[in-house]
C-alpha cells in the first residue's frame, strides 16, 4: 500500500516568489500596457465627440381658477407619484410622440440619424461590417427612429417629479433643439390627449341629455296625469285642497263651538243677576239693547225729578209716591228686557250648536275625501321624486355639457405636464470621456497581466513550496496517553513498543554485512495490527479505546517509517500471557431519557411572526391537531392585529368539507385559484384540508402553493396535523420554514421529547416545541 506523509501532503505559497516573477515581466507588462493605452487613445481620437444637452419637464396636476369649472375641485397630488412618473417616460419614448420630432427637424435628411454616416468614424461599425453583420434594410422613419432611440434618454431626478430629456448628437445645436422639441412633443401631446378625453365627454353627455329629456317629459307627464286622475290639486302654500279644506270646517266648527259658548255665558249671567236682584245695566249685551237704553234714560230723568221734588215734598206725598211708581215700572220692564235679551241669546246658542253639528258632518265627509287623497298622494310623491331624480340629473348634465363645449373649443384644458427647463447648447462634449476610458483600459490590462503572471507561477509549481514539520522522537510515539498505576490489573496490557525490544537477531546474522530488506507485502503490512486488534477486542470495553490509540499510532509509525526509507524489521510480537478472566460485568446503565426540551412561549412566536423573524411556520401536533389549531389561531390572531398579511394551511385537520382545498389540488381536482379562499371576516387567506380524504403524497401542488404563498403573503402558518405516518409533514421538508411541535396539555413532557428527537434524527435542522394554548369551552 501506498502511503503518503504530512510533509509532502503540507505545501504554502512562496509570496516572494510570484512578486520576483512579477518583477522580472514588469517591463513586459509595462509595454502591453502602453501599446494598449496608446491603441486605445488613437481609437477614441476616430470616435465622433458627443454633446448632450438636457430639458426638464415637471409632472404636477394643473388647474387655473378661470378655467376650472364653479363645481370643480382643485386636483391634488396623487399618491403613486413614482408609478405616474414612469407612465410619463414611457408616452415620451413612445413612438407616436418622437414622429412629430423627426418632423419638425427634418431628422430624416440629417446623416447623424438617416444611417448615412454622418456620425463620424465608428470602430465598431467597421468591425461589424468585417464580421459580415450587417443589419437588413429597413425603413427611413425606422432607422432614424432607432437612431433617436440610442441618443435620447429620460430619466426621473430622484426624490421629485421631474423628468430629464437628455439627448446626444454631434452638433451641439441640434442636440439641444431635439431636446426642446421632445419636450414641448410631450406637452402638446397631453393636452391633446386631454382636449379629445373632454370632447368624448361631450359628445357621450349629449346622448345622455337628449335620452334624459325624453325620460323627464315622460315623468313630469305622469306626475300631471296623475294628479288630474285622482283630483290632487294644490293650493296655497304648497297644501293640497283637501287638506285646506279640513282645515277650513275644523276653524269654523272651533268658532262654532266658541260662539255657543259664549251665548250660554252671557245667558247665564243676565237670568242669575236677574234672580238675585241685582242690576242687570252693567251687562253689555244688556246695554246694548236700544229699548234697555231708553228705559234707563227715562229711570234716569224719573229719578232726576224724584230727588228734586223730594227736597221739598215728604216721601208720603202723591207726587213723590207717583215717581216712586213710575221707577218700580220702568225696572220691571228694563228686568223684563234682560230676560228677553237672555232668550236671545239662548236662541243664538241653539244656532251655533246647530251649525257645529252640520261643520262636524261636514269633516266627517272630507276627512274621509281626504284619506283617499292620502292613499294617492304616496304614488304622487313617488312619481314626483322620480321626475325631480331625472330632472336634476338632466340639469347637470346640461351644465357639464356647456362647460365641456366651451372647453373644447377654447382649448382651454391644461396638460398635468410642463417645460421647467429648455435646453441649451453644450461647450464641452459628453463622450467619449478619455480620461476614464483610458483609465480603465490601464487597470483591466494590468490586472489581467499580472493575474496571467500569478497564475503561471501557481500552476507551474515555481511558487509552491513544502512546509517542514519537525522531526517527531521515537519517545512521542511510545508516550502512553494514561497512567499504567491507576488501572485494574484486568485493564493493563503490553505496550505496543515492547516487541521491538524482544526483538533479537542471531550473532552470525550480526556479523553479517547489512542487506537491504524487501519491502512488505500487503498481507504482511496488516498482519502485525490485525493480532493486536483482535487482542484489544477480548479486552473489556472500558481500555478498548485508549488500546486502539495506541496501535494506531504504532501503525501509523511503522508507515513513516517505510515511506523515508529507513527499513524496520518485521516485529517478532512475544506471546502475551493470557489475561486474567475479568470480573462478571456489571449491569449497563439505562439509557438515558431524552432531555426536556424548553418550550417556547406563544409571545415569542407571536413577536417573531410580527417582527419578520419568522416568515413560514410549520406547527406539527405531538397528539392531537386541535393544539395546533388552538396555537394558529392565537398567532394569525396577533398578527392580523398587527396589520400583517396571514395565509393559514390547513394540511393535518383530514376533516373534509364543502369547498375545495389541499387534498384536491393535491388530487388535480381543483386549481390554485379555488383552493385559496378568504376567511369567513375577510381578514386572511385560508386553505382548507378540501373534499378529499386523503393528500396525496407524490404531487409537488401543495409544496409549490406554499412557497407561492410565502411570496404573496407576510406570515403564512402551516398545519401538518399529528406527526406519525400520515402525516404531512414529509412533503415539505424543502420548505425553510420553522418547526414547532404543539404539545398538549395532556402529553407527557418526555413523550414530546422523544418525539423531537426523531424528528431531529429525520433530517429537519431545527425542532421547538410549543406548549397550546389553553382551550376554554364555550
Given at each position: 500500500?501506498?502511503?503518503?506523509?504530512?510533509?509532502?501532503?503540507?505545501a504554502r505559497?512562496?509570496v516572494?516568489?510570484?512578486?520576483?516573477?512579477?518583477?522580472?515581466?514588469?517591463?513586459r507588462v509595462?509595454?502591453v500596457?502602453?501599446?494598449?493605452?496608446?491603441?486605445?487613445f488613437?481609437?477614441?481620437?476616430?470616435?465622433?465627440?458627443l454633446?448632450?444637452?438636457?430639458?426638464?419637464i415637471l409632472v404636477?396636476?394643473r388647474?387655473?381658477?378661470?378655467?376650472?369649472?364653479?363645481n370643480?375641485?382643485?386636483?391634488s397630488?396623487?399618491?403613486g407619484?413614482?408609478?405616474?412618473?414612469?407612465?410619463?417616460?414611457?408616452l415620451?419614448?413612445?413612438?407616436?410622440?418622437?414622429?412629430?420630432?423627426?418632423?419638425g427637424?427634418?431628422?430624416?435628411?440629417?446623416?447623424?440619424?438617416?444611417?448615412a454616416?454622418?456620425?463620424?468614424f465608428?470602430?465598431?461599425?467597421?468591425?461589424?461590417?468585417?464580421?459580415g453583420?450587417?443589419?437588413?434594410?429597413?425603413?427611413?422613419?425606422?432607422?432614424v427612429?432607432?437612431?433617436?432611440?440610442?441618443?435620447?434618454?429620460?430619466?426621473?431626478?430622484?426624490?421629485?417629479?421631474?423628468?430629464?430629456?437628455?439627448?446626444?448628437?454631434t452638433s451641439?445645436?441640434?442636440a439641444?433643439?431635439?431636446?426642446?422639441?421632445?419636450?414641448n412633443?410631450h406637452?402638446?401631446r397631453?393636452?391633446?390627449?386631454?382636449?379629445?378625453d373632454?370632447?368624448?365627454?361631450?359628445?357621450?353627455l349629449?346622448?345622455?341629455?337628449?335620452k334624459?329629456?325624453v325620460?323627464?317629459?315622460?315623468?313630469e307627464?305622469?306626475?300631471?296625469?296623475?294628479?288630474?286622475?285622482?283630483?290632487?290639486f294644490?293650493?296655497?302654500?304648497?297644501?293640497?285642497?283637501?287638506?285646506?279644506?279640513?282645515?277650513?270646517?275644523?276653524?269654523?266648527?272651533?268658532?262654532?263651538?266658541?260662539?255657543k259658548?259664549?251665548?250660554?255665558?252671557?245667558?247665564?249671567?243676565?237670568?242669575?243677576?236677574?234672580?238675585?236682584?241685582?242690576?242687570?245695566d252693567?251687562?253689555a249685551d244688556?246695554?246694548?239693547?236700544?229699548?234697555?237704553?231708553?228705559l234707563?234714560?227715562?229711570k234716569?230723568?224719573l229719578?232726576?225729578?224724584?230727588?228734586?221734588?223730594?227736597?221739598?215734598l215728604l216721601s208720603?206725598?202723591?207726587?213723590i209716591?207717583?215717581?216712586?211708581?213710575?221707577?218700580?215700572?220702568?225696572?220691571?220692564?228694563?228686568?223684563?228686557?234682560?230676560?228677553?235679551?237672555?232668550n236671545?241669546?239662548?236662541?243664538?246658542?241653539?244656532?251655533?250648536?246647530?251649525l257645529e253639528?252640520s261643520l262636524?258632518?261636514?269633516?266627517?265627509?272630507?276627512k274621509?275625501?281626504?284619506?283617499?287623497?292620502?292613499?294617492?298622494?304616496?304614488?304622487?310623491?313617488g312619481?314626483?321624486?322620480?321626475?325631480?331624480?331625472q330632472?336634476?340629473?338632466?340639469?347637470?348634465?346640461?351644465?357639464?355639457?356647456?362647460?365641456?363645449?366651451?372647453?373644447?373649443?377654447?382649448?382651454?384644458?391644461?396638460?398635468?405636464?410642463?417645460v421647467?427647463?429648455?435646453?441649451?447648447?453644450?461647450?464641452?462634449?459628453a463622450?467619449?470621456k478619455?480620461?476614464?476610458?483610458l483609465?480603465a483600459?490601464?487597470?483591466?490590462?494590468?490586472?489581467?497581466?499580472?493575474g496571467?503572471?500569478?497564475?503561471?507561477?501557481?500552476?507551474?509549481?515555481?511558487a509552491?513550496?513544502?512546509?517542514?514539520?519537525?522531526e517527531?522522537?521515537?519517545?512521542?510515539l511510545d508516550?502512553?496517553?494514561?497512567?499504567e498505576?491507576?488501572?485494574?490489573?484486568?485493564?493493563?496490557?503490553?505496550?505496543?513498543a515492547?516487541p521491538?525490544?524482544?526483538?533479537?537477531?542471531?550473532?552470525?546474522?550480526?556479523?553479517?554485512?547489512?542487506?537491504e530488506?524487501e519491502?512488505?507485502?500487503?498481507?504482511?503490512a496488516?498482519?502485525?495490527?490485525?493480532?493486536?486488534t483482535?487482542?484489544i477486542?477480548?479486552r473489556p470495553?472500558?481500555?478498548?479505546?485508549?488500546?486502539?490509540?495506541?496501535?494506531?499510532r504504532?501503525i501509523?509509525?511503522?508507515?513513516d517509517?517505510?515511506y523515508?526509507?529507513?527499513?524496520?524489521?518485521e516485529?517478532?510480537?512475544?506471546p502475551?500471557?493470557?489475561?486474567?478472566?475479568?470480573?462478571?460485568?456489571?449491569?449497563?446503565?439505562?439509557?438515558p431519557?431524552?432531555?426536556l426540551?424548553?418550550?417556547?412561549?406563544?409571545a415569542?412566536?407571536?413577536?417573531?411572526l410580527v417582527?419578520?423573524?419568522?416568515?413560514?411556520?410549520i406547527?406539527?401536533a405531538?397528539?392531537?391537531n386541535?393544539?395546533c389549531?388552538?396555537?394558529?389561531?392565537?398567532?394569525?390572531?396577533?398578527?392580523?392585529?398587527?396589520?400583517l398579511s396571514?395565509?393559514?394551511?390547513?394540511a393535518?385537520?383530514v376533516?373534509?368539507?364543502?369547498?375545495p382545498?389541499?387534498?384536491d389540488?393535491?388530487?388535480?381536482?381543483?386549481?390554485?385559484?379555488d383552493?385559496?379562499q378568504k376567511?369567513?371576516?375577510?381578514?386572511?387567506?385560508?386553505v382548507?384540508?378540501g373534499?378529499g380524504?386523503?393528500?396525496d403524497a407524490?404531487?409537488?401542488k401543495?409544496?409549490?402553493?406554499?412557497?407561492?404563498?410565502?411570496?404573496?403573503?407576510?406570515?403564512?402558518?402551516?398545519?401538518t396535523?399529528r406527526?406519525?405516518k400520515?402525516s404531512?409533514l414529509?412533503?415539505f421538508?424543502d420548505?425553510d420554514?420553522?418547526l414547532v411541535?404543539?404539545?398538549?396539555?395532556?402529553?407527557?413532557?418526555a413523550?414530546?421529547?422523544g418525539?423531537r428527537?426523531h424528528?431531529?434524527a429525520?433530517?429537519f435542522e431545527?425542532?421547538?416545541?410549543?406548549?397550546a394554548?389553553t382551550?376554554?369551552?364555550?
Open positions: 500500500m501506498a502511503f503518503e506523509s504530512q510533509m509532502a501532503r503540507d505559497i512562496d516572494s516568489a510570484v512578486i520576483g516573477a512579477v518583477v522580472q515581466r514588469l517591463s509595462a509595454i500596457t502602453a501599446g494598449l493605452l496608446a491603441v486605445t488613437v481609437i477614441v481620437m476616430f470616435m465622433p465627440r454633446y448632450e444637452s438636457s430639458a426638464s404636477e396636476p388647474s387655473n381658477i378661470y378655467f376650472r369649472a364653479s370643480e375641485q382643485v386636483p397630488a396623487s399618491g407619484d413614482a408609478s405616474v412618473v414612469s407612465s410619463q417616460i414611457e415620451i419614448k413612445s413612438r407616436d410622440t418622437l414622429l412629430p420630432v423627426i418632423d427637424l427634418d431628422l430624416r435628411s440629417v446623416p447623424e440619424f438617416n444611417g454616416g454622418g456620425g463620424g465608428s470602430p465598431f461599425a467597421i468591425v461589424s461590417q468585417l464580421l453583420r450587417r443589419s437588413t434594410p429597413v425603413s427611413v422613419d425606422e432607422v427612429l432607432n437612431n433617436l432611440y440610442d441618443r435620447l434618454t429620460v430619466i426621473q431626478e430622484r426624490d421629485s417629479r421631474i423628468i430629464s430629456v437628455l439627448v446626444r448628437s451641439p445645436q441640434l439641444a433643439d431635439i431636446a426642446n422639441a421632445v419636450a412633443a406637452v402638446a397631453r393636452a391633446e390627449l386631454s382636449l379629445s373632454t370632447a368624448e365627454a361631450s359628445g357621450w349629449a346622448d345622455e341629455i337628449a334624459l329629456r325620460s323627464v317629459t315622460a315623468a307627464t305622469a306626475v300631471a296625469n296623475f294628479k288630474v286622475d285622482n283630483d290632487l294644490i293650493g296655497s302654500n304648497n297644501t293640497s285642497l283637501a287638506d285646506q279644506q279640513l282645515s277650513t270646517i275644523a276653524t269654523q266648527i272651533s268658532a262654532a263651538q266658541e260662539r259658548n259664549t251665548a250660554l255665558s252671557r245667558a247665564a249671567l243676565i237670568r242669575g243677576m236677574i234672580e238675585q236682584g241685582q242690576p242687570i252693567g251687562v244688556v246695554r246694548e239693547s236700544v229699548v234697555i237704553q231708553q234707563s234714560q227715562e234716569a230723568r229719578q232726576g225729578e224724584k230727588a228734586q221734588r223730594s227736597a221739598t208720603n206725598h202723591p207726587t209716591l207717583a215717581l216712586t211708581a213710575q221707577i218700580a215700572e220702568l225696572n220691571n220692564q228694563i228686568t223684563l228686557e234682560g230676560r228677553r235679551v237672555a236671545a241669546l239662548e236662541a243664538e246658542a241653539q244656532i251655533e250648536a246647530d253639528v262636524r258632518a261636514d269633516l266627517a265627509n272630507a274621509s275625501s281626504a284619506s283617499t287623497a292620502t292613499q294617492d298622494t304616496v304614488t304622487l310623491d312619481l314626483e321624486r322620480e321626475a325631480k331624480a330632472r336634476d340629473l338632466l340639469e347637470g348634465y346640461l351644465q357639464r355639457y356647456s362647460e365641456a363645449v366651451s372647453r373644447t373649443e377654447s382649448n382651454s384644458a391644461l396638460p398635468d405636464v410642463r421647467v427647463s429648455v435646453a441649451a447648447p453644450s461647450v464641452s462634449p463622450s467619449p478619455t480620461q476614464l476610458i483609465l483600459v490601464g487597470i483591466v490590462a494590468l490586472a489581467t497581466q499580472l496571467i503572471i500569478i497564475f503561471g507561477e501557481l500552476m507551474s509549481g515555481r509552491i513550496v513544502p512546509v517542514q514539520q519537525p517527531r522522537l521515537q519517545d512521542e508516550e502512553v496517553p494514561f497512567i498505576a491507576e488501572l485494574e490489573p484486568e485493564q493493563r496490557w503490553e505496550d505496543p515492547e521491538f525490544a524482544a526483538m533479537a537477531l542471531p550473532a552470525e546474522a550480526a556479523s553479517e554485512p547489512e542487506l530488506p519491502p512488505e507485502t500487503e498481507l504482511e496488516e498482519a502485525a495490527p490485525a493480532v493486536v483482535e487482542d477486542a477480548e470495553e472500558a481500555d478498548a479505546a485508549s488500546a486502539r490509540s495506541n496501535v494506531e504504532f501509523q509509525a511503522l508507515t517509517a517505510t523515508v526509507g529507513h527499513p524496520v524489521p516485529p517478532a510480537f512475544a502475551v500471557p493470557p489475561a486474567t478472566p475479568p470480573a462478571e460485568p456489571a449491569p449497563l446503565p439505562e439509557a431519557s431524552p432531555e426540551p424548553s418550550l417556547v412561549a406563544l415569542d412566536l407571536s413577536s417573531d417582527l419578520g423573524r419568522t416568515h413560514l411556520l406547527l406539527a405531538h397528539r392531537n386541535a393544539d389549531a388552538a396555537l394558529a389561531e392565537e398567532l394569525v390572531a396577533g398578527a392580523l392585529a398587527r396589520g396571514v395565509a393559514l394551511v390547513d393535518g385537520s376533516q373534509p368539507g364543502d369547498e382545498g389541499l387534498s389540488l393535491s388530487l388535480d381536482t381543483a386549481s390554485f385559484g383552493v385559496v376567511s369567513a371576516d375577510n381578514s386572511f387567506a385560508e382548507s384540508w373534499q380524504r386523503i393528500i407524490s404531487s409537488t401543495p409544496l409549490t402553493l406554499i412557497e407561492a404563498l410565502g411570496d404573496i403573503y407576510e406570515v403564512v402558518v402551516l398545519m396535523g406527526v406519525g400520515a404531512t414529509s412533503m421538508d420548505l420554514g420553522r411541535l404543539v404539545a398538549g396539555d395532556d402529553d407527557d413532557l413523550a414530546v421529547a418525539m428527537e424528528l431531529l429525520a433530517g431545527r425542532c421547538e416545541v410549543a406548549a394554548p382551550r376554554v369551552a364555550a
